[in-house]
C-alpha cells in the first residue's frame, strides 16, 4: 500500500514540480529572504539513484529542493526504485517501524515549530528515497517552511546517513510523542551517532546551523511550550 501511494504522489508532484524547479532558480535573495523560502538552501545531502538501475548521485538541499532536482532530472522518477536499489524495501521499512516505535524521543531542545507544517516535511522526507544526511560533526536542515524546521546532526566526525524513509519515521515519532495541545511541537531523539530534531528554524538563514543556535524568543507565533 505504501508503494501505490507514494507512487501516486510522486506521479501528481511531477507534474506541477518540472516548472517549480526554473522559478525557484531565478529567484533573488530578497524574494527568497520575504517567502522565507529554501531555494538557495545548502541544506542535507541525499544520497541515491535517480534512474532506476543508475548509479548513485548526490545532491543538496532540503527535501522540497531535492525532490525538485531529482525531477528536473527523470520527470519519471519513483522513489519505489530507489528505494529498492539501497536494499530499502517497504517490508524492511514496515519492520524498522516496529523498532523505532519503541524507541523514545525527548521533548525539549528548541523553540516550538507548527505541527500541520510538520506532517508536510514528513510527506517530503518519505517521498525522496535514497539517504538522507549531513557532514560529519554538523547539522543539515532537511525542511523548513513558515519557520517550523526538521534537522538531522551527525554528532561524531563521521557522516551521517539515514534512509530517507527512516528520517520520515523519525520525525513523526517526535510528532506524535511531542506535539501540543495548541497546535505546536518540539523535539529530538537521538540513535547512535546521530540525532534529529523538530523546532524552530530560520528559514531564510543557510540550512547548516546546528538547531539549537536558533535565539529563543526570536519568532512571536513560535516558543509556547505544552
Known amino acids: 500500500m505504501l508503494s501505490i501511494s507514494l507512487f501516486a504522489i510522486a506521479a501528481l508532484l511531477s507534474v506541477t514540480?518540472?516548472?517549480?524547479t526554473i522559478a525557484s532558480i531565478n529567484k533573488s535573495p530578497t524574494e527568497i529572504q520575504a517567502?522565507?523560502?529554501?531555494?538557495t538552501?545548502?541544506?542535507m545531502l541525499w544520497?541515491?539513484?535517480?534512474?532506476k538501475g543508475g548509479p548513485n548521485v548526490s545532491l543538496n538541499g532540503d527535501?522540497?529542493?531535492?525532490?525538485?532536482?531529482?525531477?528536473?532530472?527523470?520527470p519519471q522518477y519513483d522513489p519505489e526504485d530507489s528505494a529498492m536499489a539501497l536494499g530499502l524495501t517497504t517490508g524492511n521499512i514496515s519492520a524498522r517501524d516496529d523498532l523505532l516505535s519503541k524507541r523514545q524521543s525527548s521533548c525539549n531542545g528548541l523553540e516550538a515549530a507548527l505541527s500541520n507544517v510538520i506532517w508536510?516535511?514528513?510527506?517530503h522526507l518519505k517521498l525522496l528515497g535514497g539517504y538522507c544526511g549531513a557532514a560529519g560533526g554538523t547539522c543539515a536542515r532537511m525542511t523548513c517552511?513558515?519557520?517550523?524546521?526538521?534537522?538531522i546532526c551527525a554528532e561524531t566526525s563521521a557522516n551521517a546517513n539515514t534512509p530517507c524513509a527512516d528520517t520520515a519515521l523519525y520525525i513523526q515519532e517526535i510528532v506524535n510523542r511531542c506535539a501540543c495541545p495548541n497546535g505546536l511541537v518540539f523535539g529530538n531523539r537521538y540513535t547512535p551517532g546521530v540525532s534529529?530534531?523538530?523546532?524552530l528554524a530560520r528559514c531564510w538563514r543557510g540550512g547548516d546551523e546546528r538547531p539549537t543556535d536558533n535565539p529563543l524568543g526570536s519568532q512571536p507565533n513560535h516558543g509556547v511550550k505544552c
Open 17 to 20: 514540480t518540472q516548472g517549480a
Open 35 to 39: 517567502r522565507g523560502d529554501d531555494a
Open 41 to 43: 538552501d545548502v541544506g
Open 47 to 51: 544520497t541515491g539513484p535517480v534512474f
Open 63 to 74: 527535501a522540497e529542493s531535492i525532490w525538485n532536482q531529482i525531477i528536473a532530472l527523470n
Open 120 to 123: 508536510g516535511a514528513i510527506t
Open 145 to 151: 517552511a513558515e519557520d517550523s524546521g526538521t534537522f
Open 196 to 199: 534529529y530534531w523538530v523546532g
